[in-house]
Nanobody, 121 residues
Framework: QVQLVESGGGLVQAGNSLRLSCAASGTFFSINSMGWYRQAPGKQRELVATISRTGNTDYSDSVKGRFTISRDNAKNTVYLQMDSLKPEDTAVYYC???????????????WGQGTQVTVSS
């Protein structure tokens, strides 16, 4: 029904930048909110940033001022621009989309497969 493909992860030095992308494909009526989460080894998955269909954004305190989330509704794609990266940003980053398959169907969350971001000191 909905497939999410993430890209853009990698290994960078502290202070540098990366840009993640997540493209949604498949058959669906609409995408509501889109977001990025991350999970570091031995830790629970945590919210990084979310963006509504109309562009309202929310960030975790740990990334506020350094990360920027955006989306292109025409391309069904969400982005995460990560600047001033720190070693503690190292994690697997997952995108999530809240999607309505049909007009009258309830919205459901779909997750990407994750992309590794490693920040060296």
């Amino acid at each position: 029904q909905v497939q999410l493909v993430e890209s853009g992860g990698g290994l960078v030095q502290a202070g540098n930048s990366l840009r993640l992308s997540c493209a949604a494909s498949g058959t669906f009526f609409s995408i509501n909110s889109m977001g990025w989460y991350r999970q570091a080894p031995g830790k629970q998955r945590e919210l990084v940033a979310t963006i509504s269909r109309t562009g309202n954004t929310d960030y975790s305190d740990s990334v506020k001022g350094r990360f920027t989330i955006s989306r292109d509704n025409a391309k069904n794609t969400v982005y995460l621009q990560m600047d001033s990266l720190k070693p503690e940003d190292t994690a697997v980053y997952y995108c999530k989309c809240n999607t309505r398959i049909r007009l009258l169907s309830p919205p459901n969350d779909y997750w990407g497969q994750g992309t590794q971001v490693t920040v060296s000191s």
